[in-house]
């Protein structure tokens, strides 16, 4: 078995409600997460620019080191005086001129700035930009300076609905975050020409707290909890080619994931699903249950939440071919052997204080979901399970939404049809209950039994 890949996931940052970002200078005087950081603010030319001027200052109030780089579409909009105002650094507008230096030595300033720097910032970032950024073309001292950094760089897309629907433009997004760039969503709201839509710019306070997301700052009611979450469904290889799977996307679990770092968590994302996974997580990519239940075991003894989003194949093949098999023309009768339970093995070695959650994907609806969920909490001794229909049509795996309850000991609630991203709010605020200084007084062990103590499987 191959070692598990792990990265630093990038893609989607989740807005954060306003006030408290937490990333400024803190009242007891101690330094904000942004302090000191040299960080780039790109500016384009968008309706946008003028909110940029609020980013620039709320940087330079929490201590960071502003060097804004404005497009020559962003003087058109705002005047590169304002920023040069606010900042630490002059604002620079030209590959070419004497201001693209600045107080460079550098001949060649987008290096040297692409080297010297912590962050990139881009708000807003046009559809000019995005697409100069994907293609990798240098055309002004923000791209080539883009494309110079190392730095680790969020942009913060704004334009009109349909321009940010274009294919053109969601493409060029998904190459972006495929290459772990930070992408912050538009908000949706009210757009330049008294036009309705997505496309936005987010506030300046939700942009500063997903740039200090992205250097590794956490916040929020979870700060200083650590949870894994499993997402997507695992592959059980027949042979060089050829597997058996289930159709479980990951988008759940990716839900779970992106909600826990959103409220400070720090989560490991243990994920066979090929889809960005949600920025601020570290990402273990598996294939098989095996690989997932090694990862799993690995990673769940230090953490304080355990969340098994991801559909693990409950049998594998008892022997995978190392050639590809051939095609005879005959029957073939495939025998499969059960899996790991990687749920009641996480469950027989829980720590006290630690929360665990399952998952049941269930072809059954109602009372009789509600009865199955009870049933595998009861089994595995998790502390939570998420019934959801699968099998229907909408919902379940792949889909965007879920039908779901959430069965504990005592209570199942009901959510109905809703968003994958709707379950993952609820689970996560009933995870951050259980996880109360009231609930881990509870005897949370005594619930976790192995399945043969109970006598129930
Ligand atoms: C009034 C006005 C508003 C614009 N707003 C946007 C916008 O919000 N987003 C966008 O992507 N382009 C917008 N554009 C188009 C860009 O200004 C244009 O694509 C320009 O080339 C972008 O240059 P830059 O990316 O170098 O800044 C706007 C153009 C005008 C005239």
Redesign the pocket.
Known sequence: MSPPATTSGAGSLTPVEPGGTGVGTSGGGALGPLHGKRVVLGV?????AYKAVEVCRRLADAGALVSPVL????THFIAPLTFTALAAEPARTSLFGPDGRGDLASPVPHVALGRSIDAVVVA?A????IGSYSAGISS?LLTATLLATRAPVLICP???AE?WEHPSVQDNVALLRRRGVHVLDPAEGRL?GGDYGKGRLPDAHEIVAALATVLGHRSGPLAGVTAVVTAGGTREALDPVRYIANRSSGKQGYAVAAELVQRGAAVTLITSSPLAPPAGTEVIGVESAAEMEQAALAAGDGADVIVMAAAVADYRPAVTADQKLKKTGAPVTLELVPTADILAGLCARRRPGQVIVGFAAETAAGAELVALGRAKLAAKGADLIVANEVGTAGVGFGQDASRAVIVSEHSAEDLGVVPKRVVATKLVDTIETLLSPAASRRPRDARCQTPDAKGRN
């Open positions: 384009c030319g968008g309706i946008a497009t020559e579409g962003a807003p046009t559809a000019r930009l002004d704004a334009m009109h321009m330049a």
